[in-house]
């Protein structure tokens, strides 16, 4: 089932999985997440439009337990953005090791 981001408003994710959101007008827009994890966690976070690649988070570090980024970015009315959450580590498929809170938005 698609999970769809509503602008302006936070979105939490338990786990691993994708958010979309379907760009409503021409402009600037801004991602914000914040997850929190296992230190042992391989968590990698992909914001993209369509099939383009527009912004991977820094790989995790063994002892880092928590990522935080703002990615700004241009789109036209129509595009598909998704926030990508993945992993390799058997660790992150588990329930309740991984907590995100992703927002999008106009502008900064």
Known sequence: MTQYLIQEQNQVLDGLG??????PATGEYTVRVQS????????????ADGVTT?????????????LEFKFFFAATAADVITVVFSSA????????????NVSI????
């Open 105 to 108: 938005g106009l502008g900064e």
């Open 54 to 66: 527009l912004f991977t988070a820094p790989a995790v570090t063994p002892t880092q337990s928590a």
């Open 36 to 47: 929190t994890f296992t230190p042992e966690s391989s968590l990698v976070v992909v914001v």
């Open 18 to 23: 994708t958010l979309t959101f379907i760009i």
């Open 89 to 100: 580590a058997a660790i992150d498929n588990q329930l309740n090791t991984i907590k995100s």
